[in-house]
């Protein structure tokens, strides 16, 4: 189970750090994202980061945003900086674990409930 917190309204040029709290070891889990959704559009990733702690962004966030994870208390976090009204929306941690059975391989793949971020003045 993932369980992100720490939403709310934020004014532009704010910050944020949304913590994802895992109800199991995050240590092997192969790749942890973090996606958001804004009113009326799809979701989107924001970004990610591997079991070996390395990150990858979104082209467009990359400049401002830090995603991290504390293993030894299970907790993946997003850290996004110089908010925007675009930036607001429901923010949500997803676990990718992949699973090998019977000679193939899936991933299994875990979703929080979201957070909402609402950035205006």
């Known amino acids: 189970e993932l369980m992100e917190s720490g939403g709310g309204s934020v004014l532009p040029g704010g910050s944020l750090r949304l913590p994802c709290a895992a109800s199991?070891?995050?240590?092997?889990?192969?790749?942890m994202v973090w996606y958001r959704q804004a009113p009326g559009k799809q979701r989107e990733a924001v970004g990610s980061?591997?079991?070996?702690?390395?990150?990858f962004y979104a082209d467009s966030l990359e400049v401002r945003t830090t995603i991290s994870k504390d293993n030894a208390n299970d907790i993946l976090y997003l850290q996004m900086n110089d908010l925007k009204p675009e930036d607001t929306g429901v923010y949500y941690c997803?676990?990718?674990?992949?699973?090998?059975?019977?000679?193939?391989?899936?991933?299994?793949?875990?979703w929080g409930q979201g957070t909402q971020v609402t950035v205006s003045s």
């Open positions: 997803n676990a990718m674990i992949l699973q090998f059975s019977g000679g193939s391989s899936y991933w299994e793949q875990y």
């Open positions: 980061i591997s079991r070996s702690g390395k990150t």
């Open positions: 199991r070891s995050i240590f092997d889990i192969d790749t």
